[in-house]
């Protein structure tokens, strides 16, 4: 607040408009005991001073009105910093003045200009109140008068004749300042006067208000005073000598130079961000497409006013163009012995991806340039699909990048957004070629099958162009409106299940299927790699405890029923976790965790015998296909005196519902050959049976099964025990392949399994999966309804 702001506006104002006898108050008639603070930005209050204070902010807005309806004290305080919009007290001096308003003033802007008198100073000592404005208990304090009274009326002359100096030398305050600094008599005013309105920053006013010797403060008024006149005296000199010789071309440059320093002690301006961009694409080399392009983007920027919004918007988008690594490209490692050694320390098993990584690295190495592979990897949780990318990343010798696709719904997540909407960014594969710092890193589309539909467009659609090998070396981002090259990035896809994936985008990905773990690799995995990864993360040594083969495939039968290894890993958490309790109790406990500790540890063990659930007629095991990976699930039917009816529960869906009735339609039409008497068919009511009934089922693959159930109640003959089976059936005896052979025969296998039926077709898929997979069961293949029924009744 300067004396331009003072007595244009609030001086003339108040001499005007308001009479100042009708405010003849004091402290001393009032009792008020907690005072509204209006926090003030660049300014301070001085006692017995008249200033027009202009407020802004809606809290302050409100204490003025109020404090004038109610005709109470305020407390003005300064703040420390004046860029924060919300103070809170501790961003407020202690010492301020308090005041009253003699008048507001509503602009036409929304804020309101309050003329307002201070009365004294005083200091916080504690806010009461800071809802809807901060309220305070004060203490007033008062100035100590000059002890020598002819040193401080002399001292004060010198201060009002060089205060009128001043405001002859200084073109921007107004003659109205002279005319107020002669009409003050009161020597106190009128150094108060000059103290709030001479042209010095916040803080050192705020340090005059805080001096109480008014001598004190006179002087260091003064002296303040002295170094702004010899400013002004050496503008003006600067000013007179220049404005002489100065011609048109050398006042252009003079103005220039100022208005760059300016930019520079303002944080810059067009020509050095210019200069920072054309320095960051120095070496970098385009086509002849994206340099033209950069050049017109850049030319743009420097068109634009720097206080412009479309300027920052300009700006960022060069800012990312200059990041993106147009022609970075890392090095591909071509040492296949080696990196097929980097796979298997990373992952046991999973043979059929490490294959097919060692393929790529090899044509790579034969021909130097090829278009990465678009792989998806598909197998329940668990299995290791995600880290995979970062073991394929640390064997090609690139950089990994993960990009979580679960739950996205918006389009312009991976397509960007056009720099003209606020707050527009590129899509997220261009993110993350710009975080990985390379056109060619392995970037890891996560959960793929999970991605949303959402009003903002359907990313699935989105990724069409990104995972095409064809299109995707001119990938078009919203944001960048420019084609980038993708066709070097290795894209490694993850999904549980293939069901909720566009066909169109499977068509350009190369599926890889990783069924589930068997038991002894599951024990491998353990033992290579959960055992040591809980004993590090539970602040263990690798002597804290052990876990043999014994115990390990203990836990894996008893404790766990997946396909993965995640709920393995938790057990043995849980170990790790037992064994911290006894290191920091001190406890005494054997290293070696036996069976009997383990189940103790982790609770009473699943049941695992089949053969006691299957011990009457009409009961069969199925295998089912789900998300998770395989699993078993059993088909109950029993009889009753009725008239022939149908009757299914178990949450049954449409599809197998219609397996059930096809089954006891056939059963009806070859009776005979079946061994079972019409009188039983029209007389006995049949109800089919799938337990967990709050688990939804559904498909078709459960058809033989339920026709073995139906049949085997109705002969009164029980099922082999272990034996177990899968596959469609149709009305006219046939018995059609079904998918997820692998997951189920691995779910047959955890569960005891030995013996398993299935269509013929289907023994193709059987023969792509390890014999040491399958070493003890026998799989029996069929092609008729007749042949499932002799394999699977007892004689």
């Known amino acids: 607040m300067d004396f331009d702001d003072i007595l244009d506006d609030g001086f003339s104002l108040v001499a005007e408009e308001i009479n100042l006898k009708d405010f003849e108050e004091t402290e001393s008639n009032t009792s008020q005991t907690l005072f509204p603070i209006l926090p003030v930005r660049n300014m301070v209050m001085f006692p017995k001073v008249i200033v027009p204070i202009t407020a802004g902010r809606k809290n ?11 005709g109470e004290f305020i407390g003005i305080i300064s703040q420390k910093n004046a860029t924060v919009d919300n103070p809170e007290a501790h961003d407020l ?6 005041a009253k308003i003699l008048k507001i003033i509503k602009l036409p802007e929304g804020n309101v200009t309050a003329i307002t008198k201070g009365y004294g100073r005083f200091k916080t000592k504690q806010f009461v109140e800071n809802q809807p404005y901060y309220k305070a208990e004060i203490t007033k304090l008062k100035d100590s008068a000059a002890r020598n009274k002819e040193e401080f009326e002399a001292l004060i002359e010198n201060i009002k004749d060089l205060a009128e100096k001043i405001i002859a030398l200084d073109p921007g305050i107004p003659n109205a300042a002279n005319f107020a600094i002669k009409n003050i008599q009161g020597l106190d005013e009128l150094l108060n006067f000059i103290c709030a309105n001479a042209n010095f920053n916040a803080s050192k006013k705020q340090s005059l208000l805080e001096e109480k010797n008014l001598l004190k403060r006179a002087q260091t008024c003064y002296e303040m005073m002295h170094d702004d006149f010899r400013i002004l005296e050496l503008r003006n000199q600067i000013h007179q000598k220049t404005s002489k010789d100065l011609d048109k071309q050398q006042r252009d440059y003079f103005l220039n ?15 050095s961000d210019v200069e920072e961009l054309l320095l960051k694409v120095k070496n970098v080399k385009w086509s002849e497409d994206v340099e033209n392009h950069f050049q017109k983007e850049l030319n743009r920027l420097q068109r634009q006013n720097p206080s412009s919004p ?15 690594p147009w022609d970075t490209y890392t090095k591909d490692v071509f040492d296949i012995n080696k990196a097929e050694k980097i796979l298997d320390k990373a992952h046991f098993g999973l043979d059929d991806i490490k294959k097919r990584i060692l393929e790529h690295m090899a044509v790579l190495k034969l021909k130097n340039n090829m278009k990465s592979p678009i792989l998806c990897l598909v197998g329940p949780p668990g299995v290791g699909k995600t880290s995979l990318g970062k073991s394929v990343a640390d064997a090609l010798g690139r950089k990994y990048v993960r990009l979580s696709l679960g739950g996205l719904h918006d389009e312009s997540e991976i397509r960007g957004h056009r720099k003209t909407y606020i707050g527009a960014m590129a899509g997220r594969v261009l993110q993350s070629i710009k975080k990985s710092g390379t056109s060619n890193p392995v970037i890891v589309l ?11 467009g359907d990313p699935s659609s989105a990724l069409l162009e990104v995972l095409d090998p064809e299109q995707n070396n001119s990938f078009y981002d ?17 999904a549980n299940s293939l069901s909720t994936v566009q066909r169109p985008l499977l068509d350009r990905m190369e599926i890889i299927e990783i069924a589930g773990y068997t038991l002894e690799e599951k024990v491998e995995i353990a033992k290579r790699h959960l055992i040591k990864k809980q004993q590090e993360e539970n602040g263990l040594t690798a002597k804290s405890f052990k876990l043999g083969n014994a115990e390990l495939k203990h836990i894996i039968d008893a404790h766990t029923s997946e396909s993965g290894v995640r709920g393995l890993e938790k057990q043995i958490a849980a170990v790790a976790r037992w064994v911290a ?9 054997e290293p070696k965790i036996s069976i009997a500790k383990v189940d103790e540890i982790l609770g009473v063990p699943r049941p695992k015998s089949l053969s006691e659930i299957s011990d009457v007629p009409g009961v069969v095991t199925g295998l089912a296909w789900t998300q998770v990976g395989g699993d078993i699930l059993f088909i109950e039917s029993i009889l009753s005196e009725g008239k022939g009816n149908l009757t299914m529960t178990g949450n049954l869906g449409n ?3 219609e397996s059930a009735t096809i089954a006891l339609e056939y059963i009806k039409a070859k009776h005979d050959y079946l061994g079972i008497s019409s009188d039983d068919l029209q007389k006995k009511n049949i109800h089919v049976h799938v337990p967990e009934g709050a688990t939804p089922k559904d498909g078709p693959s459960a058809g033989i099964a339920m026709l073995t159930s139906i049949v085997s109640s109705f002969k009164n003959k029980k099922v082999k025990p272990h034996l177990a089976m899968t596959g469609e059936i149709t009305l006219r005896g046939k018995v059609l392949p079904v998918g997820g052979i692998k997951e189920k025969l691995l779910a047959a296998t955890r569960a005891g399994i030995t013996h398993i039926i299935l269509c013929e077709a289907n023994r193709k898929d059987v023969e792509e999966i390890k014999k040491d997979y399958l070493r003890n069961i026998t799989v029996s293949y069929v092609n008729r309804m007749s042949e499932v029924v002799e394999l699977a009744l007892e004689k």
């Open 257 to 271: 130079q100022q208005m760059k320093t300016i930019q520079e002690e303002l944080g810059g301006g067009p020509e």
């Open 478 to 494: 919203n944001f960048l409106e420019l084609g980038y090259d993708l066709s070097r990035v290795m894209f490694i896809a993850t």
């Open 93 to 98: 001096y202690q010492i301020g003045t308090y």
């Open 655 to 657: 599809v197998m519902k």
């Open 581 to 589: 309790l006894q290191t920091a109790m001190e406890k005494e406990y």
């Open 60 to 70: 302050s807005i409100k204490l003025l009105e109020e404090a004038q309806q109610s």
């Open 446 to 456: 996560d959960e793929i099958d999970k991605i949303g539909q959402g009003i903002h």
């Open 310 to 324: 479309d300027y920052n918007v300009q700006r960022n988008y060069l800012d990312f163009f200059t990041d993106l």
